[in-house]
């Protein structure tokens, strides 16, 4: 670290499990790189709903990670640790982190850092490693979506949904979305969903049976969870993936089995932060090799909703918790040079 690096910093705490208002400034001691990490001059926090979950109680860190909410990052580098080899003091990025997010600095395992895209601004690009890694993770490695194939994507509007739309997009597949909001529906479609399903309103599975020439979808990426099981598995085609990354709708339902047996379907799922850096640096290399090209070649965007100050991080989670985002929220650092 060089001479002009402060002994502490700012941080956003939660002092107790509760509402927004449990986010409190605090003043914490820098932390320092391990052997295979990197220290970060943060300029940028993406906001995330496990970081709302987390503040309420809900969603601990893991063992060892920090307290701090916050699961990416983008900044600037000003130290590394002894076993680095890719990244040095001066260079900027993003970053997947386990906590820690919401300060002034904070440390990443190297091989959870991207440079920053083509043509991304460095506050922009702090939105991008959660959902990325989330949706490539799952929709890609884990759903086995290919070209030509249709995407159905819930909550379409959310951060992980705008990203979904996205790649599905980018990457040949048709896809569909459901929103809560009329408003919503249209933000979806403008990413690139060929159709969006306003869920109040209207039945999901006849509106994408409707608009897809009477089929079903090959791959469900759900946040729902029990109240959407039944409907799920009915939309889904011969071999088609259900993948559930959220349970916002409840954890256990009834399954009919035999429609699992005659369809051949796949049911899966999985949460990210507790995997271990090992397998977030495989999410890493293809994010590097095959998608990070697309934001030079206008295919991909980051989605922007608002971006607060840091010591505003509670305003930033009232948003989320009124299910009013389309997007993403950041939380930039006050005393950095911002777009």
Same mark, same amino acid.
């Given at each position: 670290?060089?001479?002009?690096?402060?002994?502490?910093m700012m941080a956003i705490g939660i002092s107790a499990p509760g509402g927004p208002d449990v986010l409190q400034p605090?003043?914490?001691?820098?932390?320092?790189?391990?052997?295979n990490e990197v220290l970060i001059k943060v300029a940028a926090a993406g906001v995330n709903r496990p970081d709302c979950l987390q503040r309420q109680g809900l969603y601990p860190a893991p063992p060892g990670a920090?307290?701090?909410?916050?699961?990416?990052?983008?900044?600037?580098?000003?130290?590394?640790?002894?076993?680095?080899?890719?990244?040095?003091?001066g260079d900027q990025v993003c970053a997947l982190l386990t906590g820690g997010g919401y300060a002034e600095y904070c440390v990443a395992p190297e091989v959870q850092c991207l440079p920053i895209p083509e043509g991304v601004s460095l506050i922009d690009a702090a939105s991008l490693p959660e959902t990325y890694f989330t949706v490539w993770s799952n929709v890609f490695q884990r759903g086995q979506l290919q070209a030509g194939e249709s995407l159905l994507v819930h909550g379409g509007a959310s951060g992980i949904g705008s990203t979904a739309i996205q790649f599905g997009k980018a990457f040949g597949a048709k896809v569909f979305a459901t929103a809560g909001s009329d408003e919503k529906i249209e933000f979806c479609e403008s990413l690139g969903a060929s159709k969006a399903i306003n869920y109040h309103n209207d039945d999901f599975v006849s509106c994408v049976k409707s608009a897809n020439d009477g089929q079903g979808v090959?791959?469900?990426?759900?946040?729902?969870?029990?109240? /959407?099981?039944?409907?799920?598995?009915?939309?889904l085609r011969v071999d088609g993936r259900l993948v559930v990354i959220a349970v916002l709708g409840g954890a256990k339902?009834?399954?009919?089995?035999?429609?699992?047996?005659?369809?051949?379907?796949?049911?899966?799922?999985?949460?990210?932060?507790?995997?271990?850096?090992?397998?977030?640096?495989?999410?890493?290399?293809?994010?590097?090799? /095959? =998608?990070?090209?697309?934001?030079?070649?206008?295919?991909?965007?980051?989605?922007?909703?608002?971006?607060?100050?840091?010591?505003?991080?509670?305003?930033?989670?009232?948003?989320?918790?009124?299910?009013?985002?389309?997007?993403?929220?950041?939380?930039? =650092?006050?005393? /950095?040079?911002?777009?």
């Open positions: 670290m060089n001479k002009n690096t402060p002994d502490t605090i003043s914490l001691a820098l932390p320092s790189p391990a052997t920090s307290e701090i909410p916050g699961l990416e990052v983008s900044g600037e580098i000003i130290a590394v640790g002894t076993n680095c080899i890719r990244f040095k003091p090959d791959v469900i990426l759900d946040i729902v969870g029990a109240k /959407y099981l039944a409907q799920n598995t009915k939309l339902a009834e399954l009919n089995l035999a429609q699992v047996l005659m369809k051949r379907l796949t049911i899966t799922g999985s949460t990210l932060r507790a995997r271990p850096p090992a397998v977030k640096q495989l999410i890493a290399v293809d994010l590097e090799e /095959y =998608v990070w090209p697309l934001f030079a070649a206008g295919k991909l965007l980051p989605t922007i909703q608002q971006a607060f100050p840091l010591h505003e991080a509670a305003e930033a989670h009232r948003i989320l918790d009124a299910n009013e985002a389309q997007g993403k929220i950041v939380l930039k =650092v006050t005393d /950095y040079p911002h777009d």
